[in-house]
């Protein structure tokens, strides 16, 4: 009974729907099936499809091999591996670091054991897949690179890159189905794989088979490939098993025999026979090197390094560069638009992603680069040229495996290096002669096209014109004959002397249009023999260039990005040096030029550049701040006591009587200055109950400050420096020293000067341009009495007052109120012990200098 029931409730809907066949929704179209399968119906689907594969399989059981199989496991070296791989469980998972901008990298692992004959596979699973959480502290976010999670199984050549697919010595399946030979790359050649799925990636070297020189991938014991042939390129060498992957936990499989079998007998490679296999073996002692380049800025140290390691592939770079070789290897785009000019020591990392913008992967890579013990080269041009910096680094690879290297590319190059140098440049000069010859040679048919079209237009007017002129003489013809017809209807008779005009000029007419047709004709004969002249052979192929003799000796081919930015390279050059064993070195070898000569190489580098360069990291020191504040008082105080002076009464009625005698007409009475020698005066503020400077006008106090500063400037640049080879200020750099240490500027113009070199001359016996530096005369120390300055003053006042009582007018000088008023210019000092100037400098000072003239 409940049977029948249940077939009446089936049997109900269908009559139903067979009643009204009108509300029967149309028939979904096949297409549209096939999208909306769901999920589980696909995978089945796609099951379905690799077990009709497994069903049609040409691979046959490998025969019983009694040949000795290969000796030790099979296991993944740190020489092989990126310095982001971690091998745990004794080689049997291979994990990843997340942190730091290591979770945009890929990560590349490669077996010790190389398959060279013979049929073999081995086996791989996802047992985790990772999110590492993505910072957004730098607010606009670049493109994650894509998939997240990503997985690539292949072989490869020893010594080939880590990163499969860029390399041509590679092949390998990713996850997301596609094939890799070599560079190239063939979409969809699989299916896809995820977590929790046994992979087995067959590698059939053997000539019998039907497959040979190929690559499958199997899922789960089940083809999901067909076999996919080898690169040229692999065909005859050893090939290692290799393993790539992201943000995803990965167990290897390197067992005697198979997790999950296969439609066919097939061997590991852990239990390849020996003749099939070779072995990767470290160093026999255990050492490797670490070496790090030393070479001047933008003579060839990096091209070096590219020789070098072309010639040893077994060394690791540790250097910007080769992170941004990983991040585009691994899938990462820089953002879009200008960004800062970088350098190839410090090139720009624009990816607006935070662990890589922030350098958080460098600071990774440094840590971690020392526990995996491999061959390094660490490229930093700054750090190791800098003695302080080679030791930190020799800090970090202390470890008894480490031989530490230094190889010096100072000096002339050798012959090979300059050959390829005078190669690249002989390939860019090339190249633009090619893109010059390219350029004329579309100029030429350009105007060649111009020429025909002109000619093709000047033919239609042409045409034209005789068109037009043939429908003219017909109507003129015609016009002719009518007259005349009418003419003889008249009856009308001509005479003879009036016949004859009539015909001389009819004759003249003629000959003036037969004169025209044979110019017009002799001009198109002259255009057809034009045409006809032979047109000059084009080149098919562009001319060939030479160096000059100029250009062969040239030493280092032009760059387009310089080694390190000027600004590091004037922050850091003084402090270039030469390495030696004494700073822990293992080993200093010399590439170039010999110890000797590379030392003096690099000096008169250092020296060329010191005579050009500005030391940007100056600061004023606290000997200059105290000095100078010493200074700032004594001047205050002079000033005071010189205004107590003029305002005694003894002062002021000698002044009264000045003033009289001057109104009268009477001569000044010349000044007495005693004779005393100046410089022999113990107490400037006290000459016979008179102060030194008591004649001091506003020039004269603005030239006394300028005397000090000058002086100042120059004795602190050589204490605060305090470098044998810069014991001067160049005349370029004046105004950037001067502006560092008194923070204002100086304009010559304001002392009635046009320029520096006039406005030092005005105070010689403190200053003086010597061969393009500032120099003093004076013999003062630094911490000597400072009331020299207002004896030199007072000296050259009263050499000026002399001159101009004799009548030279010329003595007399212009200077301005406001430069006494810059030179009083309040600034913060450490110890805070500067008087504030007078309120009428203070006003002045708040106008703007100029820019010192130059000389």
Known sequence: PEAKAKAKAKAEPEKRTAATPEKRPAPVAKEEVKKEEPPAKKLKKEDSEAAATSSKEREKDAPEDKRPLVKGPVVFHATDCTLNVVPTTDHKVLMALTEGGMQYLVAGARANVGVKAGRYLFEVRIVEALNPAESSASGAQGRVPAPRQLLRVGFSTAGSSLILGESEEQACFDSEGSFFAGKSKTPSAAQRFTRDQILAVVLNRD?????????????????ISEPQALPEKLRGKALFPHICFRNVSVQVLMDPAPTKALPFRCRTVAAAAEPDAVVARGPKDGKYEVVLPVGV?????????????STHPNYVELSDRSLL??????????????????????????????????????????????????????????????????????????????????????????????????????????????AAWKAKKMQKQREKQMAEAKKRADEIKRKAAEAMKKKKEAFEEAKKKKEAEEAAKKGEDTKEGEEKPEEEKKEEEEKKDDKMEVDEGAKEEEEEKKDAEPEEEEETEPPKVELTEEEEKQWFAPKTTVDMKEDAISRSFAGFSVPSKGEGFDDVVFEWDKEAKAKDYLREKVLERKKTSKVETLQPSQWFHERHATWRKLFAEWQKKQQEFKASPAEKAKAAKRQEAKAKGEEEEAEQTGGEDIFSIEDINDVQGEPLYKAFEMADWALLQLRFELWMLQTAFKKDVNDPDRTAIPFPHFSFYYQKYFKKTLNPKLFGATDLNELVKMVKDTAEWKEDHL??????????????????????????????DAGDETARLKVQATALGGALKPMATPTGGAPRPAAAPQRAAAKPAATPTAA
């Open 297 to 309: 800025p933008d003579e060839g140290v990096f091209p070096w390094l590219d020789g070098f390691l």
């Open 775 to 804: 120099a003093t005369p004076l013999a003062l120390e630094p911490d000597d009495d400072l009331s020299y300055f207002v004896k030199y003053a007072e000296e050259a006042r009263r050499e000026r007052q002399r001159r101009i």
């Open 207 to 223: 000539p019998s088979s039907p497959s040979a020189d190929t690559l499958s991938l199997f899922r789960d014991g089940e083809r």
């Open 325 to 434: 070789q990983w991040a585009a290897s691994s899938g990462l785009t820089k953002k879009a638009g200008p960004g800062k000019e970088g350098s190839n020591d410090r090139p720009e990392f624009n990816f607006g992603l935070p662990g890589m913008d922030n350098m958080s992967v460098r600071r990774v890579v440094q840590s971690v680069a020392p526990l995996m013990p491999r061959n390094y080269v660490v490229m930093e041009v700054r750090s190791n040229l800098l003695e302080a910096e080679r030791k930190n680094v020799l800090k970090r690879f202390s470890a008894p495996c480490y031989k530490k290297v230094a190889r010096v590319v100072m000096g002339e190059p050798s012959k090979e290096f300059k050959a390829q140098q005078h190669e690249k440049l002989l390939k860019v000069k090339q190249s633009k002669a090619d």
